[in-house]
């Protein structure tokens, strides 16, 4: 502990600080560290969150853009690089390389982060985070799309927008000849785990009819292969609509767990 002289005698040195109230040590930036849970993500992705730090040193010469950011021809402040950097970082951890979008897919779409979720994410505070976010749009780095329902003709409901991280990005880094394979690949991937997705589902509807005409003495739904490849046979005609919403409500009723309609 350091003791200076006082006028009421010794007392203990304040240490001096960044002046900031962020808890900011320029000397040790805090970037962002994917979850402990998270697979690793793809190698591009990996390679770029690496190359960005960069900027945290030398940002006139990393990302120009970004520096002057806010308008100003000084360099952008220390504390400022650091809540840009680990709000990218994240946002590049969370990248789909098919469409470039941040988010998290989702059944049936895909969803987009909160800014306080990435917020949580990147360490930060959720005011710090939206100014991050803000010099990077003005960087032309990310791009954002607010995303709203409209519930009458006075009220919206919000959703977490859609943000996209520019191809640019990578070519800024040297990675931009890489980035059309590894995207490509990407595509592959997901092309292939829909086909697994939908014949998951095929078979979940198969079962579920086999076992509703063994209850029923309804045959299954006419063209869907069973286990064999055959086709099934054609459900008798029903006589009129009538018919035909039995046939449903008993399909319904037994992927509910309940006993269908004789």
């Not at 939908?198 to 078979?203: K, P, R």
């Not at 209850?215 to 063209?223: C, E, F, L, N, Y």
Request: proline residues 8%; charged residues 30%; glycine residues 10%.
């Amino acid at each position: 502990m350091d003791v200076v002289a006082g006028e009421d005698g010794p007392r203990e040195a304040k240490k001096a600080g960044s002046g900031n109230r962020c808890g900011h040590d320029p000397s040790s930036p805090r970037f962002f560290d994917p979850p402990e849970k998270h697979k690793d993500r793809p190698l591009i992705l990996r390679k770029l969150a690496e190359k960005i730090r960069a900027y945290f040193d030398d940002p006139r010469l990393t990302i120009p853009s970004l520096d002057l950011a806010n308008g100003k021809d000084r360099q952008q402040r220390s504390e400022r690089r650091e809540a840009c950097l680990a709000v990218l970082g994240c946002m590049i951890h969370f990248l789909d390389l098919v469409t470039l979008r941040v988010g998290i897919p989702a059944q049936g779409g895909f969803g987009g982060l909160t800014v306080p979720y990435l917020a949580e994410l990147s360490g930060l505070g959720v005011r710090r985070t939206e100014r991050a976010i803000g010099d990077l749009v003005k960087a032309g780095l990310v791009t954002v799309c607010p995303l709203c329902q409209r519930k009458d003709d006075l009220t919206y409901k919000g959703y977490a927008a859609i943000r996209t991280v520019s191809a640019a990005v990578f070519a800024l880094f040297g990675l931009g000849r890489w980035l059309p394979h590894e995207r490509d690949k990407a595509a592959a991937r997901l092309k292939k785990k829909r086909r697994k997705q939908e014949a998951a589902e095929l078979a979940k509807v198969r079962l579920a009819l086999g076992s509703l005409a063994n209850k029923t003495g309804q045959p299954g739904m006419p063209g869907l292969p069973d286990h064999g490849g055959a086709s099934a046979p054609n459900p008798p005609k029903a006589d009129g609509p009538k018919g035909a919403l039995e046939y449903l409500a008993a399909i319904k009723s037994m992927l509910n767990g309940k006993d269908p309609p004789l």
